[in-house]
T-cell receptor, first 113, second 115 residues
Framework: KNQVEQSPQSLIILEGKNCTLQ??????????LRWYKQDTGRGPVSLTI?????NTKSNGRYTATLDADTKQSSLHITASQLSDSASYIC????????????FGKGTRLSVIA | KAGVTQTPRYLIKTRGQQVTLSCSPI?????VSWYQQTPGQGLQFLFE???????NKGNFPGRFSGRQFSNSRSEMNVSTLELGDSALYLC??????????????FGDGTRLSIL
């Protein structure tokens, strides 16, 4: 069964600290892995997209890594800001297109002052 | 460039009714996908339309249907509403080119509540 598991379910960190979110997947055939940020009451916003051959991709203070052998990905957030408080969703794409997509249930990150 | 627009933002219906949700994609985007988001199940793929044709479909009952118009705007219809259909319905658009992954641009969703 195609599944995407994320950990932790929720996380609270102090402003300015770094954190790492984890994503494990059992999806086949794998096409690409995406990380999205979803603010409360808003739609998800794409942070990174990585294909099978990419190990790391950055978007500002966000850096995603991918290990296709172990089927694991991580999202590292550097020097967190209050505005980073959101849900972070790991998504894996089957086949070569954009759909169908298999979603993780997300990690709820709270950054406090 | 205007983003993805979904209307209405909020909707309240009763069991047994039907509902139509609308999505206007980013100009030039030809693919529109629909998703259901609930606290328990997270985001689940409903279907994708490209050039007025359904290209992919998720595991939802036939009560959920959609269509896409020649201007790429899309509608989603849910008939015989059930309490479990209460959710945030999200629409996302992309260029639609199947060569590699493309970022999907999401709207802010329609919050559907069933009484």
């Amino acid at each position: 069964k195609n599944q995407v598991e994320q950990s932790p379910q929720s996380l609270i960190i102090l402003e300015g600290k770094n954190c790492t979110l984890q994503c494990n997947y059992t999806v086949s055939p794998f096409s690409n892995l995406r990380w999205y940020k979803q603010d409360t009451g808003r739609g998800p916003v794409s942070l990174t997209i990585m294909t099978f051959s990419e190990n790391t991709k950055s978007n500002g203070r966000y850096t995603a890594t991918l290990d296709a052998d172990t089927k694991q990905s991580s999202l590292h957030i550097t020097a967190s800001q209050l505005s980073d408080s959101a849900s972070y969703i790991c998504v894996v794409s089957l086949n070569s297109g954009n759909t169908p997509l298999v979603f993780g249930k997300g990690t709820r990150l709270s950054v406090i002052a | 460039k205007a983003g993805v627009t979904q209307t209405p933002r909020y909707l309240i219906k009763t069991r047994g009714q039907q509902v139509t949700l609308s999505c206007s994609p980013i100009s030039g985007h030809r693919s529109v996908s629909w998703y259901q988001q609930t606290p328990g199940q997270g985001l689940q793929f409903l279907f994708e339309y490209f050039s007025e044709t359904q290209r992919n479909k998720g595991n939802f009952p036939g009560r959920f249907s959609g269509r896409q118009f020649s201007n790429s705007r899309s509608e989603m219809n849910v008939s015989t509403l059930e309490l479990g259909d209460s959710a945030l319905y999200l629409c996302a658009s992309s260029l639609g080119d199947r060569q590699g992954g493309q970022p999907q641009h999401f709207g802010d969703g329609t919050r559907l509540s069933i009484l």
